[in-house]
């Protein structure tokens, strides 16, 4: 959000909250721009600190401003120590200092500095964490929730559909068992990962039919499925593996082949009849087009952690709108990623689909630190209207987290 977007934010939190400062003309009721634009710089709004903590499988960032609020979020853990370095002796330098509603021009200036070091991977997982925890704060300051920062609200809820993992799950019948457990807790779509990994294409142990059959017979017809190769494939066995599954009657198929090998997911699209998704790693908004321009996609799902965060999200968003195609956000951490997530999708004009839920088990500890998580019901998470992101975090719990899973 930029100052101009502030001020105009700002005066409708102050009249509705009756926050502290003497903005409005009496007489004209008018608002003073030129107040706004000194409130815009008020050591108040500036970033004092930046801090992480480390949970079992989970990093919370915290950004403290000068007037002692705090916002929340939580950045990609693939690596948290490498993650939790990168933000303490790089990113952080970048933020700290500078007024939260200039958010867009330091995230520009970080990652244009860091280029090198990216723009994806590490670099965005990082830098997400900071931007959310940023736009909790700026959600705080305003007295607004995080989608009206973003443009507003076009849902109010959003459904979901349970992820859930092959090694987690490791035999059909046993995912088949969790399958039909998810769809009595009231999921009506469900996605399945195989887990193969780059480092492991074309595993000569390759049971992906015997799962996709397992789940589709569990469930029955009325259930909408869908599953995740890991990016397991090359061009020739995704085709031909894809013909096989193209029986089960699934929603969607993520990730058959290389997400960067452009020509060979042009070459599945053209020749598996399953709409095909990619885009958890596409990084940046020019990353999307590439895909898009080069590739293909029936919708894209990047990751809100992996993308830069709102900041990121919001211009993926902005450009599939333009484009016209649907955002199914992939979100692999259940706790505070899925109340990001949910802001952002809330805003976002082509999330109709149903978005990624990460089961809880995927997040050991997490939750004990959050209360006011969004309500779970009938397969649809429903977005709260307080401010920032709506959840407390018990910074005495994270603080316990992070003594114990530091080393």
Known sequence: MNRSEFIKT????????????????????????????????????????????????????????????KGWAEAMPNDKRSSRTLIEKTLK???????IFDVEKTW????????????????????SGIDCAVYDAMGKVTQKPVYELLGGKLRDSVEIYASFTRDVYPTPDQAAAKAIALVEEGYKTLKFRMRWGLENQDPPNDNTVDFARALRKAVGPGVQLAMDANMG???????????????????????????????AIKAI???????????????????????????????????????????????????????RVKLVAHNSRPSLST???????C??????????F????????????????PEFKNGRLYISDRPGLGVEVDEDQVRAYDKKYTK
């Open 233 to 263: 494939h090359t061009q020739q066995r995704a085709i031909a593996l894809g013909k096989e599954l193209e029986e089960f009657n699934l929603t969607w198929w993520e990730e058959p082949t290389a997400p960067y090998d452009y020509s």
């Open 10 to 69: 700002i005066s409708s939190a102050t009249l509705a909250t009756g926050l502290p400062f003497p903005i409005w003309s009496l007489k004209s009721n008018e608002c003073s721009i030129a107040m706004f634009e000194d409130m815009a710089k008020d050591d108040d709004f500036v970033i004092r600190d930046i801090d992480t903590f480390m949970l079992r499988k989970a990093l919370f960032i915290s950004v403290e401003l000068n007037n002692g609020i």
């Open 358 to 373: 990460a089961l809880r088990e995927k997040a050991p500890g997490a939750f004990d630190c959050l209360t006011g998580f």
């Open 339 to 345: 109340v990001c997530m949910l802001h952002w999708v």
């Open 93 to 99: 330098n970048y933020f700290e200092g500078t007024n």
């Open 269 to 323: 699209v053209e020749n598996v009849n399953i709409p095909i998704v990619f885009g958890e790693h596409a990084y940046t908004v020019d990353q999307i087009k590439h895909l898009l321009t080069y590739g293909g996609s029936w919708a894209v799902n990047p990751d809100l952690l992996k993308c830069g965060g709102f900041t990121g999200g919001k211009r993926i968003g902005d450009y599939i709108a333009e484009k």
């Open 347 to 356: 805003a976002t004009k082509m999330a109709t689909l149903p978005q990624e």
């Open 108 to 127: 520009d200036h970080c990652i244009k500095s860091e280029y090198d070091l990216g723009p994806g991977g590490l670099l965005t997982y990082s830098l």
